[in-house]
């Protein structure tokens, strides 16, 4: 049962192209997240949200911009995309921080040729 | 450097066998979550462990926790096919965020008819 919604599943790109990937979720969450996963399957948080506000910015290159409309949404735009941008990225949510389940999207797959 | 992480990259076994899955961690923590990932999937939470707790079930998985060696074991009873998927211990983040959950690099476990 998928509550986390994200646009689009697959996103094809070359080198310097900007683009942004939309997440949702119906869950009432007060946290979003955005987690990059690698052709590894290595999970690495980039963003925290909670209630419109940034919480975590990891030391994700400034291309990475994540924008909040409201606490039911959080997009992720990267402004001239890099050949190691390529991979998965995942939005989740959570009730409050990360001592609670988060719920994951199903991820927008990235490919820069 | 990863704050938890599995213990084995792979593991593979048949139908109806028993399975377990390990992770350390190098942190105080509060809580200690698995997390399952099946291919063209988000992550789905299993099990969230405290670290007042020291053993966690939820149908045929029971998760362990043992603080003073800090680490964690999940294992999987009557394995199907269904179970083979990437899993993850994930932890608590530390160093003044309450909003991070750090991931393990994941154990493939492939069950086989």
């Known amino acids: 049962e998928t509550a986390v919604f994200q646009t689009p599943n697959y996103h094809v790109t070359q080198v310097g192209n900007e683009v942004s990937f939309n997440c949702k979720q119906t869950?009432?969450?007060?946290?979003m997240y955005w987690y990059k996963q690698d052709s590894k399957k290595l999970l690495k948080i980039m963003f925290s949200?909670?209630?419109?506000?940034?919480?975590v910015n990891e030391t994700v290159p400034r291309r990475f911009s994540p924008q909040s409309s409201d606490k039911a949404h959080l997009n992720l735009r990267i402004k001239s995309v890099e050949p190691e941008d390529s991979a998965v990225y995942l939005c989740?949510?959570?009730?409050?921080?990360?001592?609670?389940?988060?719920?994951f999207g199903h991820g927008t797959k990235l490919s820069v040729l | 450097s990863q704050l938890a992480e599995e213990n084995s990259w792979a593991l593979s076994v048949h139908e109806g066998e028993s399975v377990t899955v390990n992770c350390s961690y190098k942190?105080?923590?509060?809580?200690l979550q698995w997390y399952r990932q099946k291919s063209g999937k988000g992550p789905a939470q299993l099990i969230l462990?405290?670290?007042?707790?020291r053993e966690k079930r939820n149908g045929r998985l029971r998760a362990t926790l043992d603080t003073s060696s800090q680490s964690s074991s999940l294992s999987i009873t009557a394995t199907r096919c269904e179970d083979t998927a990437v899993y993850f211990c994930?932890?608590?983040?530390?160093?003044?965020?309450?909003?991070?959950?750090?991931f393990g690099k994941g154990t493939l476990l492939t069950v086989t008819p």
């Open positions: 989740a949510s959570s009730y409050t921080g990360f001592h609670e389940r988060l719920f």
């Open positions: 869950l009432g969450h007060d946290t």
């Open positions: 949200y909670n209630n419109k506000q940034l919480i």
């Open positions: 942190t105080s923590i509060t809580a």
């Open positions: 462990i405290r670290s007042n707790e």
């Open positions: 994930a932890t608590d983040g530390v160093g003044g965020s309450n909003y991070k959950l750090t």
